[in-house]
């Protein structure tokens, strides 16, 4: 079911594919000339102007690349490591090595599935404690062998389920969180799709934190939010405006390093052209971040994660 934004975008969409169908004719071209004109200068209105909800709605786009398109696309000679040498292997997280314009990398993302089957495989793309043991084992590694480390994020949050908490979910995010901040090799973040809560902050404290342009990060989902606070998740929407979730609400109270603009239309609609901007970033950064001595990395990132909430401090002092 097409979302609320997608509406007028379809209608356009719809209009073309009838007059393609339709013998050649020069008329008939010119048409749908002017039409794909009008459709991306639609597409481009509508995106440039959705709400929190929408682009909450964006996030989800079952179209938008996930890890293993990202690691397709930007990296080279991915080896994927599996099991947290605990209890099991956890396909929500995908983990592994490779290399990066020639250069070894550990590769770390939240993997969500296409269809049925690979959704239930994947688990919708909510890790298991044993896929987070499994992401600081591979980080672990990373850092022994002075790779840098650099994430995917795109989940709806960890599994809530009995089973995942009966081995400890909120210790090993917990535990995550910790040794992520001291390890002394560069980490780089990107938000790709939904951030959602400590299930995706768990692979997410980096010396960089990039956020794609439609992307979410937030401590709860809308629904949940409004489940919580009116018992009503209909009121979802008003909630996602309230929990500023954007990219350029987290820029601006200084969450997120950098924005990456996505094509008009989300992701989904060109993801090469993704690919080929968060590539640019990705390698600004890392230069960047390997000039920096291993030793001042830890420091550097405590401080940066440490001055977030400096608002919220602020308020208390004066109330």
Same mark, same amino acid.
């Given at each position: 079911?097409?979302?609320?934004?997608?509406?007028?975008?379809?209608?356009?969409?719809?209009?073309?594919?009838?007059?393609?169908?339709?013998?050649?004719?020069? /008329?008939?071209?010119?048409?749908? !000339?002017?039409?794909?004109?009008?459709?991306?200068?639609?597409?481009?209105?509508?995106?440039?102007?959705?709400?929190?909800?929408?682009?909450?709605?964006?996030?989800?786009?079952?179209?938008?690349?996930?890890?293993?398109?990202?690691?397709?696309?930007?990296?080279?000679?991915?080896?994927?490591?599996? %099991?947290?040498?605990?209890?099991?292997?956890?396909?929500?997280?995908?983990?592994?090595?490779?290399?990066?314009?020639?250069?070894?990398?550990?590769?770390?993302?939240?993997?969500?599935?296409?269809?049925?089957?690979?959704?239930?495989?994947?688990?919708? +793309?909510?890790?298991?404690?044993? %896929?987070?043991?499994?992401?600081?084992?591979?980080?672990?590694?990373?850092?022994?062998? !002075?790779?840098?480390?650099?994430?995917?994020?795109?989940?709806?949050?960890?599994?809530? +389920?009995?089973?995942?908490?009966?081995?400890?979910?909120?210790?090993?995010?917990?535990?995550?969180?910790?040794?992520?901040?001291?390890?002394?090799?560069?980490?780089?973040?990107?938000?790709?799709?939904?951030?959602? !809560?400590? %299930?995706?902050?768990?692979? /997410?404290?980096?010396?960089?934190?990039?956020?794609?342009?439609?992307?979410?990060?937030?401590?709860?989902?809308?629904?949940?939010?409004?489940?919580?606070?009116?018992?009503? /998740?209909?009121?979802?929407?008003?909630?996602?405006?309230?929990?500023?979730?954007?990219?350029?609400?987290?820029?601006?109270?200084?969450?997120?390093?950098?924005?990456?603009?996505?094509?008009?239309?989300?992701?989904?609609?060109?993801?090469?052209? &993704?690919?080929?901007? &968060?590539?640019?970033?990705?390698?600004?950064?890392?230069?960047? &971040?390997?000039?920096?001595?291993?030793?001042? &990395?830890?420091?550097?990132?405590?401080?940066?994660?440490?001055?977030?909430?400096?608002?919220?401090?602020?308020?208390?002092?004066?109330?």
């Amino acid at each position: 079911m097409p979302e609320d934004y997608e509406a007028p975008l379809l209608e356009l969409e719809k209009k073309i594919d009838e007059l393609a169908s339709q013998p050649a004719a020069p /008329a008939v071209e010119a048409e749908i !000339s002017r039409l794909r004109g009008e459709l991306s200068e639609k597409r481009r209105q509508v995106f440039a102007s959705l709400t929190p909800w929408q682009k909450t709605q964006v996030a989800r786009h079952p179209g938008r690349p996930y890890t293993l398109d990202y690691v397709n696309a930007l990296f080279t000679e991915f080896t994927e490591l599996h %099991g947290d040498r605990r209890f099991a292997e956890d396909p929500a997280l995908v983990c592994g090595f490779a290399f990066y314009k020639e250069r070894p990398v550990a590769v770390l993302g939240h993997q969500k599935g296409r269809d049925t089957k690979q959704k239930i495989y994947r688990n919708f +793309g909510m890790p298991k404690p044993e %896929g987070y043991r499994k992401a600081l084992r591979v980080m672990k590694l990373a850092e022994k062998f !002075s790779r840098p480390v650099i994430t995917f994020v795109d989940t709806p949050g960890a599994y809530p +389920g009995l089973d995942a908490e009966e081995r400890g979910q909120a210790e090993a995010i917990a535990y995550n969180l910790r040794e992520m901040a001291a390890l002394r090799v560069p980490i780089i973040v990107n938000v790709t799709g939904e951030g959602g !809560s400590g %299930g995706a902050l768990a692979i /997410a404290v980096g010396d960089r934190v990039n956020m794609l342009e439609h992307a979410v990060y937030s401590v709860i989902s809308p629904e949940g939010c409004a489940s919580i606070l009116w018992r009503d /998740a209909g009121r979802a929407p008003e909630a996602a405006d309230a929990m500023k979730i954007t990219a350029s609400d987290l820029a601006a109270l200084g969450l997120v390093d950098e924005i990456v603009p996505e094509p008009a239309g989300g992701a989904q609609t060109d993801p090469e052209a &993704l690919f080929r901007t &968060l590539d640019a970033v990705i390698d600004a950064q890392l230069r960047e &971040l390997t000039a920096v001595p291993p030793e001042s &990395l830890p420091g550097a990132r405590h401080d940066k994660f440490r001055r977030m909430g400096r608002l919220g401090t602020e308020f208390l002092e004066t109330t």
